[in-house]
């Protein structure tokens, strides 16, 4: 079995995950969830007065790109 690493963004709503985006699974494929909180605790006072969305913006930028 071919193991691939893969991130995507998803939003679970009403007791379902919903993908944010495409991925290249077949129908019936298993795949692993890993819940990752962003932690903005890190960056407090380093941005000045940054909001925590303003910190999670910053940490999604840094982190995933």
Known sequence: MKRV???VKA???KSVL????KVDLKDGEEVVVVRR??????FIGILGKASAKE??????E???H
């Open 5 to 7: 690493s893969l991130t």
């Open 11 to 13: 939003i679970y709503e």
């Open 18 to 21: 919903k993908l944010l985006e």
């Open 37 to 42: 909180k962003p932690n903005v605790d890190k």
């Open 55 to 60: 910190l999670e913006a910053y940490e999604e």
């Open 62 to 64: 840094v982190y995933n």
